[in-house]
């Protein structure tokens, strides 16, 4: 059962597929909304919501964000942020995925919750009050604090007999994920950047010698010429197409990037178009509004503008052209290193410390100044979107920006090649956003927390409908190590996009790159997910199908079972397997809880070597690097490959 | 057995009590320098040793330092650095402790390593390549490379039959560790900072109120005159004499903040003598060299000139003398907001990028260059030390500092007030400071990952005498929450330092300051402390005494056991008990490794509610929040005092 409460005039999001009558009146301040079959009562606030949580109440859900799969403990807040470090203490990453469930012991007693609005929300779940979970909308500056008119957004309250059936429940209303083609769930090799067309021949050429699997490359920025979206670099990529078409020859696809800024230079003709039809996002004046990004100087394409949006999907084609079938769309929060208009501002401000005698507090102003210039909360208040017919100032749609970014890509597919599957994943993302793409997990570090963080966060994607998505295996940021590779790699193998990526300026962290003995463990490793393939993508496409979640925690999947319930680092992946990854630093093995008898297949590379029957309980099992165990349910079974696959296709 | 090596002409630390005949002469570069029973050879490389470790081998040691227990798989430096990130990528925190046991699977197979020098040294322990162990001096600037003659060092290399034996072999040739007084095993709360002495009062009051025990409040930066050491506030804390007196008959300890550095300042009586008597460390040009600190330009002074050292140390009777008894020093890395230079170099800079269109190269160029001003490696080798008579420049000694600081204030100690004994810890320190003070562990963060870290830190710095030491509980820096704060108390009363503190614009975590549910378990988890002060305070006497570890990785204690030996969370304190905590948000039991028969007590808070027989192996233990289970060791007795104090003397 779906629930519908409108509050105020809530600016649309396209979220939602289903149209679920509204309730004729909601409930004032300090009234109930509702009464959930034994469980708590939600309360409407001032300026949301609030319920109580029992000690034994999980809360899952809030899809992209830091921390566990129980979300009891902290504050997070959904605001799209280009966010590189992922500390626990954050509170929100690229998404904004505002579906919870409230899930107590019995299997029965459950409920989601999914707030639909484009601003900022809050969820407190027991920071504040340990057993208090408060919904708050942030209102954007200059709106009214008068709630009593002013709560403008759709709750949506889901009851159904299990958590699975909820999040089901919910996927109905919010529609069908998008299902990405067979070859991209091949090995993926990235980094920022390879920087000639030279650098990628021989970058896939060292795999294909030491055979390890692969079915595509990334090009990070560098591709472009001066970092301007649907160019080539005429010198470091002169020959792009043979390039494209060479390494089709070699089965691998070639995968650009494409960035939401777009270089404000006369004689760039995705810009000169641009300012001539006004696609560009203004500002209080209604002048292009100016930010740094890559290339220096940069306007925004009014993704949430129809026309524009059509306009910008368009240029893909560019690239479709040359014969690429696969993109990855970024820095789209959007991210915005400074505008214009700040950077003056902090120059001139920092001219006054100059002859200061800079104590504590002086000097923590001065430090803190150059660290407010990119990503500037008052910078998203200063240029305006034109959302279907209305101008509406960025901060209040701010979380839809990715989305229809995304969408602008999507949708100009579905016009240009009809026919084609394209691959295509975004960074930042709101919910709805999956009927269109996948998301990557951002801009990670080589931390072993990190791949902890990976783990944690696939199911809660899963639930918002994120289904093709990953982690950068390795990390991004900091300088991985060879068993930290090894170990992400052995999670990795089992997510849709497993894809290898690491930031300039880090140690290098292609797999040949390591020592042969580490080498030879991470291609078994690839080696093995070819041959879980089948299964996964079978898994995976079902699950999309059927609104199901690939990915699930234990307390899901067994929900009577106390300690299933409790387990925060293992998952259950399709409906034949449990996963049970390594990642603590010279671990040789780990606790594992077997929710029911299960069959232990133990892989030494892509070589299944142990069969092993497992009872129902609590064991602790050896995991030496290089050695991935996979759990069978009874009953089920494990479809493999056959060995040996370099790509997809074979 | 302890072997020494000299090489070149070490610049002396003092790290050493004992006088080990040097080996008459040192093996040249890519010759051995020792083979180890059954263990790998070591050889000189051209900038220090290198090894083989085989796969179950384990690194302990490097005392204060990121990661595992296990210190395989990263490159540490010893750097001694204000470092308020603890991200697992660092390399170095605050202290130098230059020492490792490379053990193996055989209790007989292990040999420690001491590298004696003040300068960096890299311990690259399988980071580069997964079987090699590296230690690598890195030179300082302008120091001859030519490392045939200059590798200056001393290297002890220490062989016993247990990695127990080593370990004390090794403490017996540095010397006692100090030893604290009982009182400072109390509850201490802390803050940056109470700002007045009715602040103080209140806080106390709180706690007396609420029977929360406690036994010291500590006094950071804001207790001072404008942050002038040994000085008081004349406003804020114009009382100070009897606030000193008065928290006494409360049964408080007042423990006040020492800074490394001296305001400049004329007419400032520290400052004023400092520079008639030429005790400044001095630039190259033989002026007071100026840095940024607390309250803005400040001198420092020259700790390793045995004149000037006396002479600071004579300075902490002005608190004494107000009956003052403990005291931390702090910002003696020594941290260097700016240098004058620096700044004045780092403005010119910024004006440059003012008209620039920042791209994605000088726009993170223009953001680094304030991070580049605090701590610059280029201003530590701009001023100079008079050691033992020689003008010596501070980078090569830079690991000194914080250890002479805090010998200085000790020798003042023993002098001015010989029959007491006086509380003192240092952030900063070197091996060889651990006979005259402990340290705490640095300004950490409220994550669940450095409650770990705080428990892994715990052996590795018992390994090199620092006994007296604990973390900041519940988090320095960021937003707590109270179930954090709960699962760090109940690790934290093991910790001989046991102390709640926290940073300035962080939520408030007085224990009073959370729901009365979450306060009445914090409250009743301290009270265990109070319990367990006999057999702790006994303990960590008797290592102290004894050169021994109070804290102890399971491997050491069962050398033999395969399991034991790689455990990570879990810890033997004294020579009866086993912990085991839970450092994961959301938990309510974890596996624990049993590594002989021992009987678990469950408390409740202070009481003793079960006692449980438990069996050799891996098993499953519930462990609800405000819980805390102790393992006994078989034969063993945990004696505990009566419960209800709420001061130690009580």
Redesign the interface.
């Known amino acids: 059962m779906i629930r519908r409460f409108t509050f105020g005039n809530p600016i649309p999001t396209e979220a939602v597929v289903l149209n679920i009558e509204k309730r004729k009146a909601v409930p004032p301040i300090d009234e109930s909304i509702a009464v959930m079959d034994g469980m708590a009562e939600i309360k409407r606030t001032v300026n949301g919501f609030i319920m109580k949580m029992r000690d034994e109440d ?1 809360v899952y859900g809030l899809g992209e964000n830091v ?2 799969i ?1 979300k ?3 504050v997070y807040e959904s605001n799209n942020s280009d966010e590189p470090k992922h ?3 954050r509170k929100s990453l690229y998404g904004s995925h505002n579906f919870i469930v409230i899930a107590g012991e019995k299997p029965s007693e459950n409920y989601g919750l999914f707030i639909d609005t484009p601003g900022k929300v809050r969820f407190d779940i027991g ?1 504040s ?3 208090e979970l408060k919904i708050e909308v942030i209102p954007a500056d200059g709106d009214s604090e008068d709630y009593t008119s002013e709560l403008n957004l759709d709750l949506y309250i889901i009851e159904e007999d299990t958590v699975l059936k909820t999040v089901k429940s919910f996927r109905g209303l919010v529609g069908k994920s998008y299902i990405a083609p067979k070859w991209a769930f091949g090995y993926g090799q990235s980094r920022w950047s390879y920087m000639s067309s030279d650098e990628v021949r021989e970058v896939v050429k060292k795999h294909r010698d030491n055979h390890i699997p692969l079915d595509s490359l990334y090009l990070d ?1 560098d591709y472009m010429d001066d ?1 301007m979206d649907f160019t080539t670099n005429p010198d470091t990529f002169a020959d792009f197409k043979e390039l494209v078409e060479d390494m089709r020859k070699e089965h691998i696809h070639l995968v650009p990037i494409i960035d939401a800024g777009v270089k404000a230079k006369e004689g760039y003709k995705v810009y000169d178009e641009g300012v001539q039809n006004g696609y560009f996002c203004k500002d209080e004046n209604g002048e292009d509004f100016l930010v ?1 990004v ?4 940069c306007v925004l394409p009014d993704m949430l503008n129809d026309e524009a949006r059509a306009w910008f999907g368009n240029w893909y084609k560019v690239l479709l052209d040359l014969g690429i079938d696969g993109f990855w769309n970024d820095m789209n929060e959007p991210a915005l ?2 505008s214009e208009k700040r ?1 003056k501002k902090v ?1 001139d401000e ?1 001219g006054e ?2 002859n200061k ?4 507090n ?2 923590f102003e ?2 803190e ?3 407010s ?2 990503n500037n909360p008052e910078d998203y208040k200063s240029f305006y979107h034109n959302y279907k017919g209305q101008k509406i100032r960025h901060d209040k749609v701010h979380n839809l920006f990715g989305y229809y970014m995304t969408r602008s890509a999507s949708e100009a597919f579905k016009r240009l090649v009809p026919d084609k599957n394209i691959l295509m994943y975004s960074r930042s993302s709101y919910i709805g956003m999956h009927r269109y793409a996948g998301i990557w997990q951002g801009d990670n ?5 990190h791949l902890l963080m990976n783990i944690q966060m696939m199911p809660s994607l899963n639930m918002c409908g994120f289904l093709y998505t990953g982690a950068d295996l390795g990390g991004f940021g ?2 991985t ?4 590779m090894i170990r992400w790699l052995s999670f990795g193998i089992f997510t849709p996009l497993m894809r290898n990526h690491s930031a300039r300026g880090t140690r290098r962290q292609e797999v040949y790159q390591f ?1 042969s ?2 080498m030879d463990m991470m291609s078994g490793i690839i080696s093995l997910r070819y041959r879980l393939i089948p299964y996964l993508y079978d898994a995976y496409t079902k699950a999309c199908e059927q609104d199901e979640m690939m990915f699930r925690p234990l307390g899901m999947d067994y929900p009577s079972d106390k ?1 299933a319930r ?1 387990v ?1 680092d293992q998952l259950m992946i399709g409906d034949a397997i449990m996963v049970s990854p390594v990642y ?6 780990r ?1 594992v ?1 077997i929710p029911e008898n299960m069959t232990m297949l133990r892989f030494k590379g892509a070589e299944l070597v142990e069969e092993t029957s497992l009872t129902k309980g ?3 099992i050896d995991m030496p690097l290089g050695e991935v165990c996979i759990f069978v349910r009874e009953g089920k079974e494990l479809k493999l490959a056959d060995a040996g696959a370099e790509y997809v296709e074979e």
């Open positions: 999980i921390r566990g129980n009891r403990g902290w500390e626990e203490t920071y009050k340990y057993d920025i970092f740094g890559w290339p220096g100087k290193f400074y950077l120059f920092i410390y100059k005698n800079l104590d504590v002086t000097f001065f430090s100044l150059a660290g210039i990119a570090r080589a931390f072993w927390s900091d300088d190590t060879s068993d930290l020592d003995k580490s300690d409790r925060e603590t630093q010279n671990a040789t093995g606790s809880y609590h064991t602790f």
